[in-house]
Structure formats: C-alpha cells, structure tokens
C-alpha cells in the first residue's frame, strides 16, 4: 500500500503582526512561547512525519525565525499575505504530499484530532483534496485542523488571482470546491461557541488559566481533559466570552 510513505507535515503559520495581541505568538504561558506549546503538542501526533514554521521573510519576522532553530524546527520564509504560496513552501522544502495547516492562534491544536484526519487522508489519498473541521463548526474555536493535498495547492495557486483569495484560502475552496472532494470533520456535539483560540488579552487570560491547570497532570492534554474542566469550572469562559461571535 504506497500510501504507507506518503508523508503529511504540518505548517505552522505565525507571524509577529498582530494588531490586536502584537507578538502574540512569543507570549509565553508557564514559560513556554506559544509556538512552543503548539510544537509540542503536534510532535505528540503519531501521524505528523514533520513540523515547518512557515513564517513571512520580512525582517520584523526574524524573532520567529530565532525561535523556530530554537525549537529545531524547519522554517519556510515567504509572503506575509500569500499564504498559498507558504503552504506550498512547507510542502517543497519537507517534499509531502499533504500539509496540515495550523495557525498560530490555535495552542490547544489537538494532535488526536490531526491523527484522525491524516488517517483519512491516508486510506484513499486521491479521495478528498482538502478535509477539515471548519466549513462546518463544531469544533471549540482555536481547534481548526484543515489538511491540502499537494494537488489542491498547486490549483489554488493557479486559480486564485487577488491577494486577498491567497490570505482566504479556506473560504475559496468552501465556497467553490466540489463538495464530495472535501471531508468535513464533525464534533458530537456543537462547541463552536467554546473560544480557545488566541486574540485579545482575555484569551491569553483563559488559555494560561487552562494549561497552568492541565498540564500538572499532563503537558500535552487532549480536547476532552479541556472539556472536563471547563464542564467543571464553567464560569471561566466568562473570561473571554465578549470576544465569542457566531462563526459560520
């Protein structure tokens, strides 16, 4: 079965422009940067083959260059706005044929979560050309878990025209994509308005709280250790609650 060797990297895509949070990537929660803590949790996914920063190459991005030899990650530098053309730098430099897409703002990615889709990926690899979990929310906010094939890529980066599609990604294949070539990932119940994703200062206020707790019992706690002690301490969501919005 040849799709035993076809490698699948994740990208990491980060950059130190933040209007609302400004390097909000090189925050640290109990010491550890938040690209740390994201690098952690992915090298636990048994089915991730590797691990690229892909980072704009501008100068004011040279902290994150220092931070991704640090953590002994490969690192890909190109446009800050096209991330088309970084995604597919991670797939070059690392020679995959798939990579999952994680944005910095998401530090409880959830590497049982990226097993599972690379596990789909993998049984028939010319079955989807994108699966993921955000066309239709389910999933905690700060959770998004999106795998592109190779071949995908290569047709975004012919078909889309406008800075602003190349940022977008996702929603060009949403909205254009046949919908029996994605492979859409649903949660058991709805918890898109659960928000651990990474914006505003209340976030990091939140996302400190949780991981300062968890991580006593285990650095790379999983989504339902989360849900447990949210389910137990629920008035901690009101941390950030007047950043929630109705994503669709």
């Known amino acids: 079965n040849s799709s035993k060797f076809l490698k699948v990297v994740a990208a990491i895509q980060a950059r130190m422009g ?4 400004p390097g909000k990537v090189l925050k640290k929660i109990c010491g550890k940067t938040i690209i740390e803590i994201i690098a952690e949790r992915l090298r636990s996914a048994k089915r991730l083959d590797d691990i690229v920063l892909a980072i704009p190459s501008n100068k004011a991005n040279d902290p994150l260059a220092q931070e991704g ?11 800050e706005i096209d991330i088309v053309s970084r995604l597919q730098g991670a797939l070059e430099l690392t020679g995959a044929s798939a990579v999952v897409r994680v944005t910095a703002d998401c530090p409880f990615i ?7 889709v690379i596990a789909v990926f993998k049984k028939n690899p010319r079955r989807y050309d994108y699966l993921g979990n955000v066309f239709q929310r389910t999933y905690p906010d700060g959770l998004d878990t999106e795998i592109f094939t190779a071949s995908i890529l ?21 909205s254009n994509w046949p919908p029996q070539k994605i492979y859409n990932l649903q949660f058991k119940k709805d918890l898109s308005r659960v928000r651990l994703t990474l914006d505003y200062p209340e976030d990091l206020e939140l996302l ?27 008035s901690i969501l009101r941390i950030n609650e007047k950043w929630i919005t109705d994503r669709t």
């Not at 030899?69 to 446009?79: A, D, I, P, Y």
């Not at 959830?110 to 599972?116: L, M, Q, R, V």
């Not at 290569?154 to 406008?162: D, F, P, Q």
């Not at 400190?208 to 849900?227: A, C, G, W």
């Open 208 to 234: 400190s709280l949780i991981y300062t707790e968890l991580s006593k019992i285990s650095p790379i706690f999983k989504l339902n250790s989360i849900l447990d002690f949210i389910a137990k301490n629920p």
């Open 154 to 174: 290569k047709e975004l980066a012919h078909r889309l025209k406008t800075p602003l599609e190349r940022e977008l990604l996702s929603t060009y294949v949403n």
């Open 69 to 79: 030899q640090r953590l002994h990650l490969k690192v890909f530098r190109g446009s």
């Open 18 to 21: 933040s209007t609302r949070l």
């Open 110 to 116: 959830d590497p049982d979560t990226i097993d599972h």
